[in-house]
């Protein structure tokens, strides 16, 4: 954020044609970011949304304390209406909803200042977590694992580096990796448009599969463990995540390969009991009717055809081997639960 007057972000709907990036002066405009997925994955939406806050911390200097807080907090409402499911949005917003009732008394450039702190804190806090997953997950998984990974949890989804991926760079780095499979995440194609271009920029042995290939590579014995990342975990291990990751939960239980999830403390929903209190994102049509590919658009179903397009599904924790955070793993299929955790 130079001169903490802009949020600058890679727009990812154009990935991977191009490389361009946006200079948000307002935060309507990071709401709008978030909503479009120019900015996507749990930890990033949350990071996105801070320095969002910051933005209207600004458009707020001339209020005194009360409406200041009064308004900040109606701006961190709406941010999180945008996405409901990630967790991380509802978390970075709470944060700095309490930071700036904090400060809430100073004037308006000292409040500025001083959110943009904490913006820049949780944004740097969420690297080091992923660094720290990154190792804790690498360690779990055996030398040559061949990894299959679903959707973006990258460093595009994250302050950095990246949880799944993360994993996956931790390993790298341990000459541990064999290779790695992404699929392409339909409808957005998160894993063909942005995880096979991040691995591929960072010279990773990544092949790009369609999702319904899955089976047959775990057939063929040509993967050895699934890592994925999360939006929301629930208290007792279930598991909030892209589309298509409860399926690839199936698949992995039936061939005997472990599941495991990297998300930092911040996809941790602890007043979630279970997955059924997660609430799921639905997505419009055009997602599913429609093939997208940065500013092209190809109708590829008939008109008016009816779609079901939820964006997440729960993995039911018995088929997750592992849950890594920052604080640790849990082992949600043995029964272990996520408040073990906590501070
Ligand atoms: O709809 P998206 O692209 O925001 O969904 C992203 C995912 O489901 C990721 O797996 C999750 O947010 C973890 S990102 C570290």
Known sequence: MPGDRVVCLLDQRLLPRAEHYELLSRWEQVAEAIQTLAVRGAPAIGIA????LVLGAGALAEKDAAAFVAGFREIGETLRKTRPTAVNLAWAAQRMETAAAAIAGQPGAARTLALAKEARAIHAEDVAACRRMGQLGADLLPSGVNVLTHCNAGALAT?????????????RSAHKLGRVFATETRPLLQGARLTAWELMRDGVNVTLVADSVAATLMQRGEVSAVVVGADRLARNGDVANKIGTYSLACLAAAHNLPLVVAAPWSTVDLEA??????PIEMRTSDEVTHVRVGDDSVHSAPDGVRTFNPAFDVTPARLVHAIVTERGVVRPSKGETLDSLKP
Request: glycine share 26%.
């Open 49 to 52: 949304a801070a320095y969002g």
């Open 159 to 171: 302050g950095g580096y990246g949880s799944a991926l993360g994993v996956v760079r931790a390993l």
């Open 273 to 278: 009991a279970t997955g059924d209190a997660i």
